[in-house]
């Protein structure tokens, strides 16, 4: 059983114990006084028709198996030939909810610059699309990416109802690394879905487990961590698991930060970062800190500048008395006459 929220799916080879197993969860609810709802409750084959039904949707993925040749066929656990292969996709109906969504997003964004646009946007695709970066979803990501140019289309022309479409384009669309992209003359620009690249899942090597100790192999298998953002996971790949500062290993739940080495927030080269504990990192602020405090000349307490008033003079008077008194000390210490 797999089980998230209110939403569960049950598997099982054997239709007869499936029923079974079916009839124990009902009965199971109704002593709390829950019931299944039977609009949402179906019995289905993964791989061969049953009841007019093949596959099931959970969670916003369509889950179903294709017969195949040997070539491209999936393998048991021994290494057997099954002769299908399993196919996890988004379902039909979180596509079109997304579609819907942004399409929705961008009417009530009618009248917003473009870069606002693209700021509100960017979040829901990005996030959309690492949501499904596991799975098989380069063509449901251009597909997409098809209904939102579509999308922009339509909005850029409502905003400019007498323009050519020519003239439309060359405002909104500019050529960035080969492509059309929707984007500002200053740089922001719209992220594409099939901007986020297929990250597949990685299996458990042979019976290793989180508790046997081997942190070398946990450590370094984060960075295919499906959560972890790609910086993380190259930088992951290149210190070999560990912490830059305390040189321990990362494991599964530690809070990681990426940390400057030369303080220039503005470089974000691989080479100028490196990845550490939250706690090594404040750690490692805090001494910089020191050290800069250390090593910098005390400084002179700032003068407070003194409104001097001559007697029998307004202030206003009194300011022009003291100008061209400045400015007479200034000509005397150019012809070498020093006040001092």
Not at 19 to 43: C, D, H, S, Y
Not at 67 to 82: D, F, I
Not at 147 to 167: E, I, N, P, Y
Not at 246 to 273: A, P, Q, T, W
Request: hydrophobic share 35%.
């Amino acid at each position: 059983m797999v089980r998230y929220a209110d939403d569960l799916v049950l598997l099982h080879s054997d239709l007869e114990k499936l029923q079974q197993a079916e009839q124990k969860l009902v009965e199971w609810l109704a002593e709390m006084g829950l019931f299944m709802n039977p609009k949402k409750t179906r019995i289905t084959h993964t791989l061969t028709p049953y009841a007019e039904n093949v596959g099931f949707d959970f969670l916003g993925f369509a889950v179903r198996q294709f017969p195949v040749g040997k070539t491209h066929t999936g393998k048991n656990t021994y290494g057997k030939p099954l002769g299908f292969k399993t196919i996890i996709k988004p379902s039909k109906e979180a596509i079109r909810r997304h579609i819907l969504t942004l399409n929705q997003r961008m009417k009530k964004l009618r009248s917003v610059p473009q870069w606002k646009l693209i700021k509100a946007l960017n979040p829901m695709i990005w996030g959309w699309s690492n949501y499904y970066r596991t799975v098989v979803s380069s063509s449901v990501f251009s597909t997409c990416d098809r209904h939102v140019w579509f999308q922009l289309q339509s909005w850029a022309r409502r905003r400019h109802s007498r323009k050519t479409r020519s003239w439309i384009d060359a405002k909104y669309w500019k050529q960035v690394d080969g492509r059309d992209t929707f984007c500002t003359p200053i740089g922001a620009k719209l992220r594409l879905h099939r901007d986020t690249a297929i990250q597949r899942h990685e299996k458990v090597r042979g019976t290793a487990s989180p508790y046997d100790g081997n942190l070398l192999y946990w450590s370094r298998r984060l960075k295919t961590h499906p959560l972890m953002h790609a910086t993380r996971a190259k930088l992951l790949q290149k210190q070999q698991g560990k912490c830059r500062w305390c040189g321990l290993l990362f494991r599964d739940g530690d809070l990681m930060e990426i940390d400057h080495i030369d303080r220039n927030h503005h470089n974000d080269l691989l080479s100028n970062l490196m990845l550490l504990h939250l706690h090594c990192h404040d750690e490692r602020h805090s001494k910089l800190t020191k050290t800069i405090l250390k090593s910098s000349p005390s400084k002179q307490p700032k003068r407070i500048a003194e409104v001097v008033v001559l007697e029998g003079y307004s202030q206003e008077q009194g300011d022009a008395e003291m100008t061209v008194m400045k400015e007479r000390i200034r000509q005397l210490e150019q012809e070498g006459i020093s006040l001092k």
